[in-house]
């Protein structure tokens, strides 16, 4: 299904975690799709770290059609008709790039584009955006930082990543703008590289029971 900006808040205020991933095989997509899902969480965010991503993309569309799909760390725009032509459901970008988030309006394609300062704020919001990843989080002043651009933008809705583990990813949530934290430590490579996919599940049901927690 084609998704609305108003669904994918929906969809991942539902979810609270997006997995982050870098994949050097394609096909190793379906099995660490299926460990996330059925452990809690069918969404994946596969990021074009990888030659592959597309493929990848191109194959949980195909194959796993439950599953949604951001695709992640886009910087050009082949990358976004190449997203958008293998099926994902939305683009992240770690940065803001007007000229990526013009050609994914003019597609109808939603973009969640990265800010973490003032300038690139408002540039998100001059184009219409106020949907936004802010990275890298803990490196750019993480809660606090959050917090203080919230006093002059409250209307933003805000997905953080980077460096957010089981320690702090409660300290985001309880942000009521914070729609999802993104992680990779459910998620590592060297657990995709094993097909350690029972470990993968394990750490996704941590994840999930550690964030119900109150």
Known sequence: M????????????????????A?????????????????????????????????????????RSDIFIAAGTVLTQEQVIKAKNAGADCVVTPG??????????????????????PMAIEAALDMGNNVVKFFPAEASGGVSMIKA??????????????????????????????????????VEKNLIQQQNWDEIGRLTREVIAHIKIK
Do not use: H
């Open 149 to 186: 651009l919230l006093g002059p933008y409250p209307m933003l809705q805000i997905m953080p990543t980077g460096g957010i583990g089981l320690k702090n990813i409660k300290d985001y949530l309880n942000i009521p703008q914070v729609i999802a934290c993104g992680g990779s430590w459910f």
């Open 96 to 117: 803001f790039n007007p000229k990526i988030v013009e050609l994914c309006q003019n597609l109808d394609f939603p973009i969640i584009p990265g800010v973490n300062n």
């Open 2 to 21: 084609a998704y609305t900006t108003a669904q994918i808040i929906e969809k991942l205020r539902s979810l609270q975690v997006i997995p982050v991933i």
């Open 23 to 63: 994949l050097e095989n394609a096909e190793d997509i379906l099995p660490l799709a299926d460990s996330l899902s059925q452990n809690g969480l069918p969404v994946v965010e596969i990021t074009f770290r990888s030659q592959v991503a597309e493929q990848a993309i191109r194959l949980l569309c195909e194959k």
